[in-house]
């Protein structure tokens, strides 16, 4: 007989999706595919910058890589709903690695062009944007929904983990080898996912959805809008993307008001992810249901620890406000999504991934320059407390959705396929 994960705060439940064998090779494949991804970006950024010197040509990499994940999000949900997120994984994976090597060959044979790094970055997006989707749903999948709370807290864990490993190789790589292998190394990222994706069918067949007359293009933003709890996840999701997109707010916190230099900034920004680890965590050994008052209450904390991080009157507080602010951020953003994963339909579950993610990071292009603008107009420290203000702001009005009895009818569990019962009975046993 199968051992249902414990709820009882602690490492074992936070750790109770890495039990399924799968989610192992999965976890594992995507810390070395996000690092690739990380380290391209360093190599890209530096090569913009040697092309052009203008930090706007910069700013514009970065909407042409996250705008298409906002403007298709609705075809890439509808596509993972009708096809499967395995099928999907298959050729996202193959084209993003067949993108980066056209990527390195462009830059090793000297011929890169700005107008070229926008349609690759700008490709690159749009085949992101089923990509991440599918990623959520195929995690789903995988451990079932008693464990969903722990597998998203640890990726989560993986995306941090990233942020720290992918620019530190990404700098060595690149003052040694150049802008190619960086590539080149993200190129060959891509490979352990897609052998993980291609040795894992899942034993019971999955659900297919039968578009209904309501559910072509933007049914599922429709869907998401409808019910209350994802509604207002959603609206926290995209609020907080003016805080976790740090390469805004906290350079001018660090340069502007607290006169640090380049290895003060990057201290502050590893201060952050250090203090993400905890956050993921306490997500990952709650309840394997959030509830929505939880997440209303530490989105709300978190905004707070944002205002109070914007306002610190020296560097210790400075650093110690953006520890927590990690912590409590990854914590609820942890639990919202997963509480969009528990309250979608299996037919519909694709769909409402898209619009997360169209949420975050999509809404970053909008949401940065803004972040700036204010920075601009009036000062670093509003600038950065704008994101605390805003997270306040969708906490009070997603409140009422998250603080609502759920539906009888919201909860449909995903089932565990036998052989991930037996393999979880054995690695208990042990």
């Not at 039990?19 to 090569?47: C, D, K, N, Y």
Request: glycine share 12%.
């Amino acid at each position: 007989m199968s051992r249902k994960p414990r709820s009882t705060p602690g490492l074992r439940p936070a750790l109770a999706s890495l039990r399924e064998p799968v989610f192992r090779q999965w976890f594992l494949s995507q810390i070395l595919s996000s690092s690739g991804s990380m380290t391209q970006g360093v190599a890209l950024s530096w090569l913009v910058l040697r092309l052009t010197g203008s930090g706007v040509a910069l700013g514009l990499m970065t909407s042409c890589t996250f705008l298409p994940l906002f403007l298709v999000g609705p075809f890439a949900g509808r596509l993972v709903d009708r096809v499967g997120p395995r099928r999907v994984l298959v050729w996202t994976q193959i084209l993003l690695a067949a993108l980066s090597l056209l990527v390195a060959l462009l830059a090793a044979t000297g011929t890169a062009r700005i107008w070229m790094l926008y349609a690759t970055a700008a490709v690159t997006g749009l085949v992101s944007s089923p990509d991440a989707t599918a990623r959520q749903v195929y995690v789903v999948e995988l451990v079932g929904t008693e464990r969903v709370t722990s597998a998203v807290a640890l990726n989560e864990v993986v995306l941090n983990a990233s942020r720290v490993l992918g620019p530190a190789l990404g700098g060595a790589v690149l003052g040694t080898a150049g802008v190619a292998w960086c590539c080149v190394l993200n190129a060959l990222s891509f490979l352990p996912p897609l052998a993980v994706v291609l040795r894992h069918r899942p034993a019971t067949a999955r659900e297919q959805a039968a578009p209904g007359p309501g559910e072509s293009k933007a049914g599922g933003l429709r869907y998401a809008w409808r019910d209350p709890a994802i509604r207002a996840c959603l609206m926290l999701a995209a609020a907080s993307g003016m805080l976790f997109n740090l390469n805004v707010p906290v350079p001018l916190l660090a340069t502007g008001v607290l006169h640090l230099g380049g290895a003060g900034f990057g201290l502050m920004m590893a201060t952050f992810g250090l203090g993400s680890i905890p956050g993921a965590v306490l997500a990952a050994a709650g309840p394997a249901t959030p509830q929505g008052r939880t997440v209303a209450l530490l989105a709300a904390a978190t905004g707070l620890a944002v205002l109070g991080t914007a306002y610190a009157p020296d560097v210790a507080l400075a650093f110690t406000g953006m520890a927590v602010t990690g912590c409590l951020s990854i914590w609820f953003i942890s639990l919202a999504n997963t509480l969009v994963q528990l309250s979608a339909e299996p037919g519909m579950r694709g769909r409402v991934n898209a619009a997360w993610t169209m949420a975050l990071p999509g809404c970053e292009p909008a949401t940065s320059p803004f972040v700036g603008w204010v920075a601009g107009a009036a000062g670093p420290r509003e600038g950065f407390g704008v994101a605390g203000l805003a997270l306040l702001l969708a906490a009070a009005a997603g409140r009422p959705g998250l603080t609502r009895p759920p539906r009888a009818d919201r909860h449909h569990p995903v089932p565990v396929p036998a052989a991930a019962h037996h393999a979880l009975d054995e690695t208990v046993g042990d």
